[in-house]
């Protein structure tokens, strides 16, 4: 109809949808320095919602968060926290924060509602199911710690996508993450300050490397005998240990960092001095730094054990004596049972049968 008065949408705006929210700010006139300073006060300085939206004319309409807080778990022995939300779907994820002694922060997020690569020591494997989480999702894990954070008086120092899920099976997504977090214009996080860790995705990390070349990548590869890695890790089948190896060499060609070599230590597996000799001879000549992580042990693999912590330090010792920059890593959060999938199996599962997914049809890339 001529004539006819446009009135702009009223629909509630996501925080991490930037085309709406500049949308929404051209609708209702709003000088552009009004949405830079609610960005800057969410996504930097991790300001509370209600502080944070007090100065933004059109606060009613904007929508902070992606994710429900369902419940926080606080270690009583160490730093660890881990939280439970819960996505729109009704799905669980987890996110674990680690205050580390020396003061740093350090926030795991999931990239997955459970993980298609299905490893043998991972609870986040047994959950029969695989679907990706979004970019908000992702990001609201990081907004959500660094509020819970800041209001501790400490800030989030590092961002480690080791949580649930295969980050490289949900490209798309993490890349749009990473654009985020990296931005100016958000989260201005340091490329640096970013690990992303796979089971072994090659064509995924040689992506990312060029996309992001500072930002950190881990290969968990926890046994280079062929047949001990398929067995913990049944995506070796597809992306074998040669393949793997030609991967970090061209990455260490891309990147003017080292590659992560994580290495899962279970006892009568992978934790023999033979089995150190095997490691070194396979990163021989590479620029690799190699962590040393003990196992938290689970219920659905009672079959896998963790090994001592003196024969860790013999390991360690032999990969040092070897040339190979080792750190062995402490595990937080035992009590809270920190291995990200194990407080929502069973509740995921129940939801996805209640929508009637196909909980065979689990994508293997």
Not at 68 to 77: N, P, T
Not at 204 to 210: I, N
Request: charged share 25%.
């Amino acid at each position: 109809m001529s004539g006819e008065f446009h009135r702009p949408c009223l629909d509630p705006v996501s925080i991490f949808d930037s085309e709406s929210m500049e949308q929404l700010r051209k609708d209702s006139r709003l000088d552009p320095e009004l949405l830079r300073a609610l960005r800057n006060s969410l996504f930097k300085k991790f300001e509370a919602d209600d502080v944070a939206l007090a100065r933004f004319p059109e606060r009613e309409r904007v929508v902070c968060h992606t994710l429900e807080l369902f419940r926080r778990c606080d270690s009583q022995v160490d730093g660890a926290s881990k939280l439970l939300l819960k996505t729109a779907a009704g799905m669980l994820i987890e996110s674990v924060i680690l205050r580390i002694a020396t003061g740093r922060s350090t926030l795991c997020v999931s990239s997955q509602v459970g993980c298609a690569a299905a490893c043998d020591f991972c609870a986040t494997g047994k959950m029969g199911i695989a679907q990706n989480l979004s970019s908000a999702e992702i990001l609201d894990q990081v907004v959500q710690t660094g509020q819970l954070l800041a209001a501790e008086g400490r800030r989030l120092h590092n961002i480690v996508f080791m949580g649930m899920g295969e980050p490289f099976h949900n490209q798309d997504h993490l890349f749009q993450t990473l654009e985020s977090l990296t931005s100016p214009k958000l989260f201005n996080r340091s490329p640096g300050s970013i690990l992303v860790s796979t089971v072994g995705v090659p064509d995924g990390m040689l992506r990312c490397a060029e996309r992001f070349p500072k930002v950190n990548l881990a290969l968990s590869l926890h046994s280079v005998n062929p047949e001990v890695r398929r067995e913990l890790i049944p995506l070796t089948k597809k992306h074998p240990l040669d393949e793997l190896q030609r991967t970090l060499k061209e990455l260490n060609g891309r990147q003017s960092i080292p590659v992560m070599i994580e290495y899962l230590m279970l006892a009568g597996k992978n934790d023999s001095l033979d089995d150190a000799a095997e490691l070194i001879n396979w990163l021989n000549g590479l620029d690799v730094h190699v962590n040393l992580i003990p196992y938290n042990e689970i219920e659905d693999a009672p079959h896998l054990t963790g090994t001592e912590d003196a024969k860790i330090r013999a390991f360690a010792s032999q990969l040092k004596a070897s040339g190979l920059t080792t750190t062995v890593r402490y595990s937080l959060g035992n009590d809270i049972a920190a291995a990200c999938g194990q407080l929502v199996r069973k509740e995921n599962r129940q939801q996805a049968m209640a929508n009637n997914w196909d909980l065979s049809q689990i994508p293997e890339s």
